[in-house]
């Protein structure tokens, strides 16, 4: 599949310029952070929850408690994904907006189990923090009864980018305008103390050296 979905709830209808219809377009997104908030009916009632996430070429993952009630199944769920890249400052008010890239994933879960459960946590926190999950002790059977995953395919989604200057240049006032640029970076490692006695690892520092 080379192409992202056209349905009723992921075609662009505002803005269209700013959609992106290419799948890969929808991996750069997923790649570029580690964080979704995840949109669910409970009883009735919407909620949004941040949670980390990980995903393959089908799906995205993400994981809970069992107690947790905005992991819900049988029914559709809606995970978005935002980054912020700059504030757009305009010659007017009106016309100031922001550079971002988004995604907005619709998709009926699939709660994991036994090695797909595994492979799937494997994925999640490789996302968040390459070599860790050989590095680090893995879940316990105790732990992974606890924990629920779900799987959301990636069948159904929609991807927008906003990106350049503001669009007032002809504008009358005489004003400064331009891009306010936003970017994130990972500062040096705080060890625990009772890990003092440990170096950090160097998958860990590498997530702190620039590039």
């Known amino acids: 599949m080379s192409d992202l979905s056209a349905t009723e709830r992921t075609r662009h209808r505002r803005l269209r310029e700013q959609g992106r219809t290419d799948r890969e377009a929808l991996f750069e997104v997923l790649r570029a952070g580690f964080v979704c908030h995840l949109g669910v009916v409970v009883d009735g009632d919407p909620m949004v929850v941040p949670t980390v996430y990980g995903f393959d070429d089908d799906h995205l993952y993400v994981h809970g408690s069992v107690a947790s009630r905005s992991l819900t199944r049988d029914t559709t769920v809606c995970v978005t994904i935002t980054h912020v890249d ?103 490692p705080v060890t625990e103390p009772q890990a003092a006695a440990h170096p950090v690892p160097p998958h860990i520092l590498a997530r702190t050296t620039p590039h």
């Open 86 to 188: 700059g504030l757009v400052l305009a010659r007017s008010v009106f016309e100031h907006g922001v550079n971002y890239r988004s995604a907005m994933i619709y998709g009926v879960p699939r709660v994991l189990e036994g090695d797909e459960k595994l492979a799937a946590l494997r994925c999640l926190t490789e996302h968040a923090t390459p070599g860790q999950w050989d590095y680090a002790r893995q879940p316990n059977r105790k732990e992974l009864a606890a924990t629920t995953i779900l799987a959301v395919p990636l069948a159904e989604a929609s991807v927008k980018v906003r990106e350049g200057h503001p669009e007032d240049a002809g504008d009358p006032h005489d004003v400064w305008a331009g891009i306010l640029p936003l970017t994130r970076s990972w500062q040096a």
